[in-house]
């Protein structure tokens, strides 16, 4: 297993539209690991493959509290969203340090196979309802930033310019 490189905010990269994956082989199950491995040693509860400029439907997620609950999403899809919309604050592995409140539905139902193969639906609500929206805009190559204003993003790009540089400097 290996820590992954994640992008970081505003690299073009994360912008990439994800493939479907062709087959869940050796290189995906590797791949599966490295992800979860990379998402729980940065802290984080979700992780599309996009962020680690690998440009494929797969996504990992662990919103449980005791990080003990991987949920592996390989080629997923939405396929139906409730109606009830709540704005909550969202963060990102790949826009470190910012957080800024995002709408999004209160219930989602996603297709998807797991990391045996397994094609299964999962109706998800809450956190879990949001983080799965916020993975697969990943690989649709969206960023959460892109549902704030124009000049709160300008902000955030200038601020993650400029903490690159002083790390790079460093
Ligand atoms: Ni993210």
Known sequence: MALLTILRYPDPKLHTV??????????????????????????????AATQIDVHERLVVIDTSEDRDQPLVLINPEITWVGDERVK???????????????????QVKVKAMDAKGQVRTIEAEGLLAVCIQHE?????????????????????KTKLIKALRDEEDD
């Not at 994800?18 to 490295?34: C, E, M, T």
């Open 88 to 106: 909550g604050e969202e963060g990102c592995l790949s826009v470190p340090g910012i957080y800024d409140g995002v709408e999004r539905a209160t």
């Open 18 to 47: 994800a493939k479907p994956v062709a087959a869940l082989d050796a290189r995906i199950s590797a791949l599966i690991a490295d992800m979860l491995e990379t998402m729980y040693d940065a802290s984080g509860i979700g992780l």
């Open 136 to 156: 697969l805009d990943h690989l649709m190559g969206k960023v959460f930033v892109e549902y704030l204003s124009p000049l709160k993003r300008n902000r955030i």
